[in-house]
């Protein structure tokens, strides 16, 4: 009994045209752009809100040293963004002690 589909010449195509508009390093490398930094709101919003929370800030130097870093291209392919504390930029110099040293108290432990 032969199956007699149609329409995946066209999906195919589709698909091609998806992944060429998508591709990071080529074409679609505004629209990686705007994914990327779309996608890093929400993770710095509920960093920032980690920082917050405690009842002894004195400064809010913290807070608001937590910052979303450019899109930079990767070694082999792709995009990548940092979210958080960025070293050469001025800030909370504490930021990695207070992640990685108190885990009661880290930024990223709930984002």
């Known amino acids: 009994m032969p199956l007699d589909t149609q329409g995946f010449d066209g999906l195919a195509s589709d698909i091609a045209g998806m992944a060429g508009r998508m591709d990071a390093d080529g074409a679609g490398a505004p629209v990686a752009r705007r994914i990327l930094e779309a996608a890093a709101q929400p993770i710095h919003r509920q960093m920032k809100a980690n920082a917050a929370k405690d009842p002894k800030i004195i400064t809010g130097v913290l807070s608001r040293s937590i910052r979303i870093g450019p899109v ?3 070694r ?6 940092t979210i958080g504390v960025h070293r050469k930029e001025e800030g909370a110099y504490y930021a ?5 040293v108190r885990p009661d ?3 990223m432990k709930v984002a």
């Open 105 to 107: 108290r880290a930024l």
């Open 96 to 100: 990695t002690p207070v992640e990685y």
């Open 72 to 74: 930079k291209k990767r």
């Open 76 to 81: 082999r392919s792709g995009k990548s963004i």
